[in-house]
């Protein structure tokens, strides 16, 4: 079975550029969620997305989007790129129900601001 | 939103138990402890979960105590390919459905050959 897959896997951008990033969850999964993973640092959260609705937000300023298509896959955008954009975004993927609920991570793509 | 507390890092030999305790006093009564591992910068790799109860599965032991003050992940026999970052997670109860992963910054653990 294919896990969460994450594209691209790498890319650079320049400062005051758009971003978009892409996300496949696991078949069956409906919920979604995106975090930022900063050199040295454990990751933070973003967004999560359960059937196509925001449910969670994280401390992140308005530059930063997402949305979850009737698929459930989901896009991250990030707007006005800044260097400090630069890290490692996982998205992962879970049933959406209530209970334990364990995420499965995708492998990330690593976005460089130059 | 509890918090988790873990040693930075932690050195186990190749064959032997690899003991990773992790302090969370403020946890909640219906807040689950999830541990997860990351390997070089990979997505993280769910290990194991609980809520009150100790829990095995085929790659690790969960202990948790009486009070769910603590917790210790146990590899039984670690091997090089355990050498990762590993995080205890106390994921926040929320009604509204949502599912946020609180990260700190996990314990280094290096399995010596």
């Known amino acids: 079975d294919a896990g969460v897959t994450q594209s691209p896997t790498h890319l650079i951008k320049t400062r005051g550029q758009q971003v978009t990033l892409r996300c496949s969850p696991i078949s069956g999964h409906k919920s979604v969620s995106w975090y930022q993973q900063v050199l040295g640092q454990g990751p933070q959260f973003i967004f999560q997305y359960y059937e196509k609705e925001e449910r969670g937000r994280g401390n992140f300023p308005d530059r930063f989007s997402a949305r979850q298509f009737p698929n459930y896959s989901s896009e991250l955008n990030v707007n006005a790129l800044l260097l400090g954009d630069s890290a490692l975004y996982l998205c992962a993927s879970s049933l959406g129900s209530s209970g334990a609920n364990v995420l499965t991570f995708g492998a990330g793509s690593r976005l460089t601001v130059l | 939103d509890a918090k988790t507390t873990q040693p930075p890092s932690m050195d186990c030999a190749e064959g032997r138990a690899a003991n990773l305790p992790c302090n969370h006093s403020?946890?909640?009564?219906?807040?689950?402890v999830y541990w997860y591992r990351q390997i070089h910068s990979q997505g993280p790799q769910y290990i194991i979960h609980g809520l009150k109860n100790n829990e095995t599965n085929e790659m690790a032991s969960l202990i948790i105590t009486e009070d769910r003050k603590s917790s210790t992940l146990i590899l039984p026999h670690a091997t090089l390919r355990d050498t990762a970052v590993y995080y205890c997670?106390?994921?926040?109860?929320?009604?509204?459905?949502?599912?946020?992963?609180?990260f700190g910054t996990g314990t280094r653990l290096k399995v010596l050959a």
């Open positions: 997670i106390v994921r926040p109860y929320d009604t509204s459905g949502t599912y946020k992963y609180i």
């Open positions: 403020t946890i909640s009564g219906n807040e689950y």
